[in-house]
């Protein structure tokens, strides 16, 4: 799933933002908008002043929903500003992912929102780092995306700040095996997903995610929440598995669940000069 943002300079102190699509009704339209802040920070960053923008936003991304909008949100203002100081200023990739994760606070999602496939990204005393991997093509990623929002905030503060030492071995084995799932061997999915830092804790926050994710792996469905919640990710060993999951979800559940099969994307955030000053 793609957001496509198109951004043309303008006078300065200029500032035009039309925005269709998710959010439409309520994305900011001044400032404080988060692609406009991100723009900002780059050129800010780049010892640049931002020119007036006219931004035209059309979102595909769900808001609220564990998605990864803001970061993609981030990401695309950041590429909109390495656009429009092309052939002035270059911005590379260490560059772009040390701004975003600033902006963002975290690489999770920013990262793999730059670079596309499987992301695996960190921090250390020389910043954020990532290490872009293949996904093996028999992974089938199914979204289930519900009508409700969950607060990111919200969630993280259900969790505990200090866990049992047995719980967080079992989660480090499982995120070594995760990658080689993704990677290697798709039908270890179900093991590979296991998890006793995250999901348990915000349970309460979000009981219809936690029944379908239960149901799901309860039918041997790699299930998970997505992000923060409250959409449900599937991880299905190949399509036809995909679309039993899909099946079972509308014959199980009376919430609405907006089923989205995707692919993986290899490529990431893309820019693209299509006319003077507009990117």
Not at 44 to 58: H, K, T, V
Not at 131 to 140: D, I, P, Q, T, W
Not at 192 to 212: F, V, W
């Amino acid at each position: 799933m793609y957001d496509e943002l198109v951004v043309t300079a303008l006078s300065d102190g200029e500032l035009e933002i039309v925005v269709s699509g998710e959010g439409a009704d309520d994305v900011p339209r001044d400032a404080s908008n988060l692609v406009v802040r991100s723009i900002a920070y780059a050129f800010e960053a780049m010892g640049r002043r931002m020119p007036g923008l006219r931004l035209e936003a059309r979102n595909v991304i769900p808001h609220g929903r564990g998605m990864g909008s803001s970061g993609a949100a981030v990401v695309s203002g950041l590429l909109a500003a390495k656009g429009l100081l092309e052939g002035d200023i270059e911005m590379g990739d260490e560059t772009l992912l040390r701004l975003a994760t600033e902006l963002e606070g975290h690489p999770d999602n920013v990262a793999p929102a730059l670079f596309g496939g499987l992301t695996i990204a960190w921090v250390d005393e020389d910043g954020p780092q990532h290490k872009k991997l293949l996904v093996h093509r028999g992974v089938a990623p199914l979204v289930l995306v519900p009508g409700f929002t969950m607060s990111t905030s919200v969630a993280r503060s259900l969790q505990p700040l200090h866990v049992p030492r047995e719980d967080a071995v079992f989660n480090v084995s499982r995120s070594a095996l995760l990658i080689a799932a993704l990677t290697q061997s798709p039908e270890l999915m179900l093991a590979a997903t296991g998890d006793k830092l995250h999901q348990d804790y915000r349970a309460q926050a979000m009981p219809e995610t936690d029944r379908l994710v239960r149901a799901l792996r309860g039918a041997g469905f790699a299930a998970v929440v997505s992000g923060a919640g409250p959409s449900v990710l599937v991880l299905a060993d190949g399509p036809g598995r995909r679309l039993e999951a899909a099946e079972l979800v509308a014959s199980t559940t009376d919430t609405p669940w907006e089923a989205l099969m995707l692919a993986v994307d290899v490529k990431g955030g893309t820019v693209r000069e299509y006319a003077e000053g507009s990117t």
